[in-house]
């Protein structure tokens, strides 16, 4: 076995089980990997220096294909169903056999890394990959040691992604020939069948997700976080796809966290990461400008294409998908906070981009509130946002992320109250989409309100205000707002037609009522009262 690169004398890929493979590159830097994926044919440079790839087949994460060995560490804790589908560690072994046997011949990169900015809960990771500009990826998402932290790393996860290998579905226990498998009693993940990069990062949020509650009791956040350049106060931002989370934690006036993953602990908000992997649709530099000056030599585009006859990629193309993604460190972004750790938070905004319009611009949780819409994770897809979707779609997601949530959402969901609690946060519920009439009739919540909003709730100016409350959904909505017309901050005020205003806030509320029937019996009684209660005098039916 030929190796190059600055290795680890203390544990080598044996560790991983790899006995023997063509070549193995120890931690390359930047230059190195990209000039290795150019010569692979792998990718290629734009006019920015950013390297352009392709993630072939899938251009997405498979949630139908991700699992979790099911044994004594985990059969008792993982909330099994169709985000936590199980595996035999026998089928494990087998795969992970057969992985080994194909790497035989192959050159692979091998990447030590932390994962996680508070040195007390971190992972450290061993990345084994096949593609460099995969290891590139992973140079960006996750954190560097210092060279001498690498000549003795000993990891404690193993990452394993061979996109050219597939598994057997009739013999092996899985769907179909790719795969993203977690063993957290072996402390390996395995991704075959798919070079789409994602599967690497969320694959450790997984990971993290079940260690850090059960074992450091830590708070996995699938959210972003910032903090004030003076006060250094922490808020936390969560938020599903197209509801705003990277905008409006991309703030000038306050210091970036991290805009994806974070633990909560007794005394910090951490980063899990080192890097940001962002959407690039129809990104301008207008709109995003911190995202698009972030897209230079290291950056990596993913199913990008260029205006034709040149080397400037073209964000509006949408040929192979729409999601189109760059990855970038964190570093790439001004205004940072290095480390990337915060202290404790003082305030949970939670986004979501309502096309009923009935959710009121922003209202202040109660404690069963908040955790109540917590593992709701409602927002809305709208027409345009994928293919096929020609009128709003209400879309709910446990902690705003159960795709990765190995756990019952009611478990983070009784940590987060806790954590509430013992620190006195306020938790806002910030709608950034229509008023004045659903999707369609009405019109989006203007951004210089929204931001608006959110400086008054930080700054603490929403402390001195009246408030009522919201005759559905429970919460107290402020009587007025600095820089925000007061008649906006009402819902109902905002339609034209008392009625229709009740039916279709009627009609959501039932929406939250049926999907809240997955979780009813884990829920505690202050999460029930939570609950939005329709206005009986308007009755709606909600389809089947």
């Known amino acids: 076995m030929k190796e190059k690169g600055l290795k680890s004398q203390k544990v080598g890929l044996e560790a991983a089980g790899i006995l023997k493979v063509k070549e193995a590159f120890w931690n390359l830097n930047a230059a190195e990997l990209i000039e290795d994926s150019v010569r692979n044919g792998e990718g290629h440079l734009t006019d920015t220096g950013a390297l352009m790839c392709d993630t072939g087949k899938y251009t997405g994460r498979s949630p139908q294909d991700r699992f979790i060995v099911e044994d004594a560490k985990t059969q008792d804790k993982v909330w099994w169903g169709d985000i936590n589908r199980p595996v035999s560690p026998e089928n494990f072994d087998k795969i992970h056999a057969k992985m080994l046997k194909f790497l035989e011949d192959k050159a692979v990169y091998v990447r030590d890394a932390y994962a996680g900015a508070d040195k007390t809960h971190r992972l450290k990771l061993r990345v084994i990959n096949t593609l460099a500009w995969h290891n590139l990826f992973c140079y960006n998402m996750f954190i560097t040691p210092p060279d001498y932290k690498l000549q003795d790393f000993d990891p404690n996860f193993t990452v394993i992604c061979c996109p050219e290998f597939e598994a057997d579905p009739k013999t092996d226990g899985v769907r179909q020939g790719n795969f993203a498998i977690i063993n957290m009693t072996k402390r390996i993940i395995l991704i075959g069948g798919t070079a789409y990069s994602g599967e690497i990062k969320k694959g450790i949020f997984s990971v993290l997700n079940f260690l850090l509650p059960t074992e450091d009791h830590v708070l996995p956040m699938h959210c972003s976080a910032n903090m004030g350049v003076e006060k250094h106060d922490t808020a936390i931002y969560f938020g599903l796809s197209g509801t705003g989370k990277t905008t409006l934690s991309a703030d000038p006036d306050r210091l970036l966290i991290g805009d994806d993953e974070h633990g909560w602990t007794n005394n910090n908000i951490f980063n899990f990461e080192g890097g940001c992997y962002a959407k690039v649709i129809n990104l301008s530099e207008e709109n995003e400008p911190d995202i698009f000056n972030a897209i230079h030599y290291g950056a990596i585009l993913e199913n990008t294409r260029f205006i034709p006859n040149t080397r400037t990629v073209d964000y509006s193309n949408t040929e192979v998908t729409e999601n189109t993604r760059v990855s970038y460190p964190i570093e790439s972004i001004k205004n940072i906070a290095k480390p990337s750790v915060g202290g404790l938070p003082k305030n949970i905004f939670f986004l979501t981009c309502d096309a009923y319009g009935v959710i009121p611009p922003i209202q202040r949780l109660s404690k069963g509130q908040a955790m109540y819409h917590f593992i709701s994770g409602y927002t809305s897809k709208v027409a345009g946002t994928e293919a096929g979707i020609t009128e709003p779609v209400p ?150």
């Open 395 to 544: 879309v709910f997601s446990a902690c705003f992320g159960a795709p990765f949530m190995p756990l019952h959402p009611t478990a983070y969901a009784e940590m987060l109250g806790k954590k509430m609690e013992e620190n006195e946060v306020k938790v806002w519920l910030i709608n950034t989409g229509w008023t004045g009439g659903p999707y369609g009739v009405g019109s989006r919540i203007k951004l210089k309100y929204t931001r608006a909003m959110i400086s008054a709730a930080l700054s603490g100016v929403l402390e001195n205000v009246g408030y009522r409350t919201h005759s559905i959904f429970g919460a107290e909505m402020p009587l007025t707002c600095p820089n925000v017309p007061n008649e906006i901050l009402s819902p109902r005020e905002t339609w034209k037609n008392d009625e229709a205003f009740y039916k279709k806030a009627n009609e959501l509320a039932l929406k939250f009522n049926r999907n809240f029937d997955k979780f009813r019996e884990y829920a505690s009684k202050e999460i029930l009262e939570g609950e939005p209660q329709p206005n009986k005098k308007y009755p709606m039916k909600v389809e089947a």
